[in-house]
């Protein structure tokens, strides 16, 4: 468990950079992203050890209490036999009495030694959440880092087409405009020059009479 937690611990105290630096990813944020999803995975692993760690001092804790309670049972029946005279009863008595508080004596130095060990795994939980917390925070900083910079491009980009060619796109409407004017413009004059012609005829016409 121990080699477990270690390496699991300097998995996630990698150097983010590393990730970030690697020249075959073309997108880093997605390798972060996964690198945390393998992160959490872990943390979930590290959790259920933790969880089995608690049960295995709860059963520690239960079998000293069940070996404690016999030794003590049998302590006293072995006076009780004794105070009877009644030799070989004392004898197994005091016999069971040994055993079962040797049991409940390994089982004391077990459970105290699961405490500390529990201690431990605790401890380094919660470093590995609060160190996880940290990537994503950072994780949200680096992705709103990545949003500003591709407005950014996006807003330099429009910018230098303005620069490279200014007004060139107002200029080609106002020439269109300016031709189809000319145009509208054209067809209005020759549509109204022949009975422009014809009234000046009838003009002249008249005034060559009243002549």
Do not use: W
Not at 30 to 55: D, I, P
Not at 82 to 90: D, V
């Amino acid at each position: 468990m121990a080699n477990l937690f270690t390496r699991i611990k300097d998995s996630v105290s990698a150097d983010l950079h590393n990730i970030l630096d690697q020249k075959e990813q073309k997108n880093p944020i997605a390798a972060l992203n996964q690198y945390l999803r393998q992160s959490e995975q872990e943390k979930e692993k590290v959790r259920k050890l933790v969880e089995r760690q608690y049960k295995l001092k709860d059963e520690f804790t239960s079998e000293y209490h069940k070996a404690q309670d016999f030794a003590d049972k049998r302590l006293k029946q072995a006076a009780i036999a004794e105070k009877a005279g009644e030799e070989e009863l004392h004898k197994f008595a005091l016999n069971e009495h040994e055993e079962y508080q040797a049991r409940a004596d390994r089982m004391e130095t077990l459970r105290e030694e699961a405490v500390k060990q529990l201690e431990g795994l605790e401890q380094k939980y919660e470093e590995m959440k609060h160190k996880l917390k940290d990537m994503h925070l950072r994780r949200m900083e680096l992705m709103g880092r990545e949003n500003v910079a591709h407005a950014n491009h996006q807003i330099n980009k429009v910018i230098e087409e303005s620069s490279d060619k200014p007004y060139s796109r107002f200029a080609e409407l106002e020439n269109y405009i300016e031709g189809l004017e000319y145009k509208v413009n054209s067809s209005y004059y020759r549509s109204t020059f022949d009975s422009k012609i014809a009234r000046l005829e009838k003009e002249m016409q008249d005034k060559e009479k009243v002549n």
